[in-house]
């Protein structure tokens, strides 16, 4: 089974909007941590926000917030205030912080955000 | 503080080839993961490092193989390249890839192609 699922291949938004992207987990473990990643064209993976899944507030760096629903196992992102700069691929990640798949991060398939003027 | 560093960040080799790839972690991470990422496959988990010894393995033929240092840098070989090898090597680190972190930073990447 998928460990992170992310059902939204491309989504486009207009500047300045709001965009939330989509993402849901699989797990059994009762400690683990949600990674969002953006990878623009040049390849590299930008650290955008992490959650922990005993975090009680939904984690917010800037523009960006994770919309964490625990009990529905998913952990969107949300994106205020699109910018052209925006357009990239993102990635949602989980990792399980127990058991013998410690330290490695599951990845979606992602999902290409588009912003147009 | 300096990133994560991949070097070289390109590299074109040949069938048959063996390739190693290095991988500088942001100093005081004592973790270093490698991920190939290709469009078909996506993001595939290769290998982590922590403090000299390999913790995790993904599904990856023994033809990948890697190592860390004591300063925690990391490098990776692969050995007869084939065609579908070519793809995005990717390296993160992390202070310990554990509980406490939340802090999981990745390099440039190198982008091998084998022809």
New interface residues.
């Given amino acids: 089974a998928q460990k992170i699922t992310q059902t939204q291949p491309g989504m486009f938004v207009q500047e300045k909007e709001a965009v939330t992207l989509d993402c849901t987990y699989d797990t059994s473990d009762q400690?683990y941590?949600l990674?969002w990643?953006k990878q623009p064209s040049?390849?590299?993976?930008?650290?955008l926000i992490?959650q922990?899944s005993y975090d009680e507030q939904n984690a917010t760096e800037g523009r960006y917030s994770l919309n964490f629903q625990k009990a529905r196992k998913s952990a969107n992102l949300v994106i205020s205030a699109s910018q052209l700069g925006d357009s990239a691929m993102y990635?949602c990640a989980m990792?399980e912080?127990?058991g013998?798949?410690?330290?490695?991060?599951?990845?979606?398939?992602?999902t290409q955000l588009t912003v147009w003027p | 503080k300096a990133g994560v560093t991949q070097t070289p960040r390109y590299l074109i080799k040949t069938r048959g080839q063996q390739v190693t790839l290095s991988c500088s972690p942001i100093s005081g991470h004592r973790s270093v993961s490698w991920y190939q990422q290709t469009p078909g496959q996506g993001l595939q988990f290769l290998f982590e490092y922590f403090s000299e010894t390999q913790r995790n393995k993904g599904n990856f033929p023994g033809r990948f193989s890697g190592r860390q240092f004591s300063n925690s840098r990391s490098e990776m070989n692969v050995s007869t390249l084939e065609l579908g090898d070519s793809a995005l090597y990717l390296c993160a680190s992390s202070l310990a890839g554990g509980a406490a972190s939340s802090e999981q930073y990745f390099g440039p990447g190198t982008r091998l192609t084998v022809t």
């Fill in positions: 400690s941590g990674f990643y040049s390849g590299e993976m930008i650290f992490y922990g990635f990792r912080l127990r013998s798949t410690l330290g490695r991060l599951y990845f979606g398939r992602g």
